[in-house]
Each structure stands twice: as C-alpha cells, then as structure tokens.
C-alpha cells in the first residue's frame, strides 16, 4: 500500500470544503437550511424539480399523459438549482424531507398530497389518471418488478459508475473497475429482458420503461457520463434498439427539456407553465 493511500480516521468528520463530493451543498444532516416558500402556478399538479434522469422521469410521463389528452395531468414545472441548495428551503424540505428532486404537490386533493421519490411518482400517477400500468395482476406486477429494479440500480450507475468515471475529482482504478462491471451487468440484465420483450414489462410500454429510459437510455445514446465506448454499448443490441425507439415518442423529446440547464440551449426549458412554453421558452429563444 502507498504512503500517501487515504486512510480513514477512527470517527468521520465534515469538510464543507472538500472537493469533488457535494459537500458545499450536501450536508451530513437532514432538515431546511433556509426559510423559502415554494411558488404555486395555476394547475393543480405543482413539480419542483431539476431536469437529471431522475427529474426527466416523471417530466415524460407527465408529458405522455398529456399526449393522451389527459388534460388534468397539466402542470407547473417549477426548477431546483440543487447546486445553489435549493433543495434546502424549507418549502421543499416540506414537500420532501429528503431534500431530493423531484418533488409533487398535488392540489387536486385538500389539503394537498405531497408524493416524493421519483418511483412514486410514478406509480402516484399511473395510478390517479390509470394509464401505463396495467391492470392485469400478472402484467402490473411484473411492471413494477421493473420499476423497483431501476430505483434499486440506478444508484450504482449513477452514484457509483457515472461519479467515479465522470464527475470525481481524481480518477481512482478499483472504484471505476467495480462500478463498470455492475454497470456492464445491468445492461446485460436489460439486455436479456429487452431480447425477447419489445418493452421492459412486456408489449407495453409501461412506467417501467419510463423510469428506466432516462438513465439507461441516455447513457447508451451517448448523453450521460461520455461513456458509451468505454461500456462498449453497442454490444447491447436490445437496449440500443429500445433506447432509440423511446428517444422519438414526441412526448419524451419534450419531457427531457423541462427542467433542463445544460446542453443545447433548444433543449433547455427551464420552467414549464403551458403547453406553448415549448415554443416560446425555450434558452434558444432568450439568448
């Protein structure tokens, strides 16, 4: 072992200053930092959120429902600068104590329903407006067989894979070692599935496949973590077959906008309020 390898003192203590890890946001406690009220626009569905797969999540499927003319779905995306600490107000830590986005109001209800954690949203509202979950006891539960299987592996690709090889401030071998091969394994667990399967639930194309495309999605398609060659993605032909036919639906094209702040300036909706908002209000049309 080197001299200078990091050996972990015999009780942790909080750097705020340490680089490379959130630590300027991020704190070893919970609860609000600062008393902010969140803004409440005219639509009963109030997001607050920011444009990260997480975000993205529930963005499409909000935008799908609309695609389906579920004109109750409407809603007021709202965006969380989580590297200002926004999500440390405490009008958000009311929402979600976890001080995670995204976070839903629902103002349909009195009082309000507060719903956090991306993969209950989900599951909040496929079920309110009763579509991309099947009814079928079979077919739904194997649906949400997938759905939990992506809230269990997402960490690993993105607080393990995607951290390690793309965000740390120092390239570190064994940690970029065990992470690309869980990472490797969970594309070849979707690769198995997607074989046989036009979807991951099945035929249909589920909230399962909503809460999956933008992490593994994005990530085979070359716009996360910079890392299709080094995974070598193309040797998941399935995937790739799915990821691509997901990225055209209209409504996944829009929902991965709301919330945006990085990228193409066309593709950055910072708030979404209305419908023409994807016309009119997009970073391009500011600049």
């Known amino acids: 072992m080197s001299e200078n ?4 003192a015999k009780v942790w203590t909080w750097d ?19 008393d902010k009220a969140l803004p409440v626009g005219k639509h009963p569905l109030q997001l607050y959120s920011l444009g990260t797969p997480n975000g993205q999540k529930v963005t499409i499927l909000l935008e799908e429902l609309l695609a389906l003319n579920v004109n109750d779905a409407e809603y007021d995306a709202w965006l969380i600068r989580i590297g200002e600490g ?13 001080s995670k986005i995204p976070a839903l109001c629902d ?26 979950l099947p009814k079928d006891v079979a077919q739904r539960t194997e649906t949400l067989n997938w759905l939990f299987w992506l809230q269990g592996s997402a960490p690993f690709l993105g607080g ?36 046989d399967n036009r979807y991951l639930a099945g035929e249909d ?20 973590y910079g890392a299709a060659e080094f995974l070598d993605v193309q040797s998941y032909k399935n995937v790739v077959r799915w990821a691509k036919e997901i990225a055209q639906r209209p409504a996944v094209i829009r929902g991965r ?30 600049a």
């Not at 440390?88 to 929402?95: D, K």
């Open 16 to 34: 705020p200053e340490a680089k490379g890890n959130g630590a300027k946001t991020n704190r070893p406690f919970a609860g609000p930092t600062h």
């Open 257 to 286: 906008k709301v919330n945006r702040v990085m990228g193409d300036p066309a593709d950055q909706l910072h708030e979404r309020h209305d419908a023409a908002d994807f016309d009119t209000e997009t970073q391009d049309k500011k």
């Open 160 to 195: 393990g894979f995607g951290h390690f090889y793309h965000y740390a401030p120092e390239k570190i071998e064994y940690a970029i070692n065990r992470f690309t091969l869980e990472a490797k394994r969970q594309l070849d667990v979707l690769d198995r599935q997607l074989a």
């Open 107 to 132: 103002h349909s209800a009195t009082p309000p329903i507060r719903v956090f954690e991306s993969g209950n949203i989900l599951l909040y509202l496929a079920e309110k407006f009763g579509y991309f």
């Open 205 to 224: 194309y589920t909230i399962a496949d909503i809460a999956t495309w933008p992490w593994y999605g994005n990530m085979v398609l070359n716009d996360q």
């Open 86 to 98: 926004d999500q440390f107000s405490s009008g958000f830590v009311e929402i979600n104590p976890n």
């Open 5 to 8: 390898a990091y050996q972990p």
